[in-house]
């Protein structure tokens, strides 16, 4: 079956840009979307890409490499609010189902 | 607050109790989903409803039964819990099943099973 793969920890400082990276499994692939979930909180949707490139909502971007089954979230000009765990995701590859792969998740903490 | 209300937010039953987990969205989503969280671990799929009919069950115990009574309300019915359940479910929907529709969250219900 599918995985993803990101890095389990990241620390920057307010203000800082970080990069989340996550690779995944080709097998049938319909896209990478991107979650936050804070603690104690519902994930919630931040990015898609179903193309390579990078695609921009504010300070949050995303970019795929199909090419090289390589994504990545960007955060821009940090704030304390950011420290939240990061998850890739991508749809089971067998088809089109609504079924929805996690990575691990990338815990941020945004340091004063 | 999220649009897709979970209810109740916390949950303690004995392994002998039989409860249920509620979910409601008003968004017209066609696609209702089941998600089990334990901590520091990502959402691992139990089920998921297409149109009100199950279409994925993820090997779930059958002491874990889920139900679509329309297209707004999704339940999971629990009976006879094992500790090891004890975990925060996490109920989702979404327009459709397109990789582009990106499924929206509630707060989720968090079960101790003593």
């Known amino acids: 079956g599918q995985s993803l793969e990101q890095p389990s920890e990241v620390t920057a400082v307010e203000g800082a840009i970080v990069q989340i990276n996550c690779t995944y499994q080709t097998s049938g692939f319909y896209g990478l979307s991107w979650y936050q979930q804070h603690d104690g909180g519902a994930p919630t949707f931040l990015s898609y890409?179903?193309?390579?490139g990078l695609e921009e909502t504010g300070r949050f971007s995303s970019f795929l490499s199909r090419s090289d089954s390589y994504g990545y979230l960007l955060l821009q000009e940090l704030q304390m609010k950011d420290s939240a765990s990061y998850f890739c995701a991508q749809r089971n590859g067998s088809s089109n189902t609504g079924k929805l792969i996690f990575g691990q998740g990338t815990t941020l903490q945004v340091k004063p | 607050d999220t649009e897709v209300t979970q209810t109740p937010k916390h949950l303690v039953m004995g392994m002998t109790n039989k409860k249920s987990l509620k979910c409601e969205q008003h968004m017209g989503h066609r696609a209702m989903y089941w998600y089990k969280q334990k901590a520091k671990k990502p959402p691992e799929l139990m089920f998921v409803y297409s149109y009100e009919k199950l279409s994925i069950n993820e090997s779930v115990p059958s002491r874990f039964s889920p139900e679509c009574p329309n297209s707004s309300l999704l339940n999971l019915h629990l009976h006879a819990l094992q500790p090891e359940d004890s975990a925060l479910y996490l109920c989702a929907s979404s327009q459709g099943q397109l990789s582009n529709q990106p499924q929206h969250f509630g707060d989720g219900t968090r079960l101790s099973i003593l």
């Open positions: 890409n179903g193309l390579d």
